[in-house]
């Protein structure tokens, strides 16, 4: 390929790549192995792995712009947009470069994902700390990550007071006695705290 021009974007570090002949591409230098942006120059022309590399390049930023749309959207864990960069047919090789310069910039961030989730999952469910590392393991998250989300999650909020809610929601539903804990346990609240919330209601 020769190059016609090359232009660095808005989006900071990465450049649109014009050629002769062919379409335009973008390319960054974090997914360049050998080449260095400043060789990549107006007639510059290279052999075939230097072309492969750059085309590579290009590929990658294609998965990260698309990774850029979904967390433009909301707060995504690296495993669900995995998940959803798969589902569109990219390359897993260009999908983990991609999502490595994500994370590496702090774009793309488990933690703060996890801290997402658990505000909004609160809004429609009352549930206790099992139960939520347990969704948030199920969601692709490690279980430290998970545990440390949940433990600050209930320095903000009283886990006692949504297992009361919780109580109360399952009491409306008819449930009682054994039924009623077991629903309870479920939810992931302790059954020590059940026992005593069960005495005090």
């Known amino acids: 390929m020769i190059i016609k021009s090359i232009d660095e974007t808005s989006y ?3 450049f649109k790549v ?3 002949e062919g379409t335009p591409f973008f390319i960054r230098q974090d ?3 050998t080449l260095d942006i400043s060789q990549i120059v107006d007639g510059k022309s290279f052999n075939e792995d230097e072309d492969n590399e750059l085309l590579d390049a290009g590929l990658t930023c294609v998965v990260e712009l698309k990774a850029v749309e979904y967390l433009a959207r909301s707060e995504q864990s690296r495993f669900g947009l995995y998940q959803k960069l798969i589902n569109k047919k990219y390359q897993k090789m260009y999908i983990e470069k991609a999502l490595d310069y994500l ?3 702090n774009y793309l961030s488990d933690e703060r994902f996890s801290r997402a989730w658990l505000h909004s ?3 429609n469910h009352c549930e206790g700390k099992t139960k939520l590392v347990n969704e948030l393991v199920s969601r692709g998250i490690s279980k430290e990550i998970a545990k440390n989300a949940v433990e600050e ?3 903000e909020n009283d886990e006692e007071e949504l297992c009361k809610r919780a ?4 009491i409306k539903k008819g449930k009682s006695g054994d039924k009623l804990i077991a629903a309870l346990l ?3 609240f302790s059954y020590k705290m059940i026992k005593s919330i069960n005495e005090n209601l």
């Not at 109580?167 to 399952?170: R, S």
């Open 12 to 14: 900071s570090g990465m």
């Open 18 to 20: 014009c050629l002769e």
């Open 31 to 33: 997914y360049l192995k």
């Open 103 to 105: 994370e590496k910039k």
């Open 121 to 123: 999952r609160m809004l």
């Open 153 to 155: 999650f209930f320095t």
């Open 167 to 170: 109580y109360e929601k399952f």
């Open 186 to 188: 479920n939810s992931g």
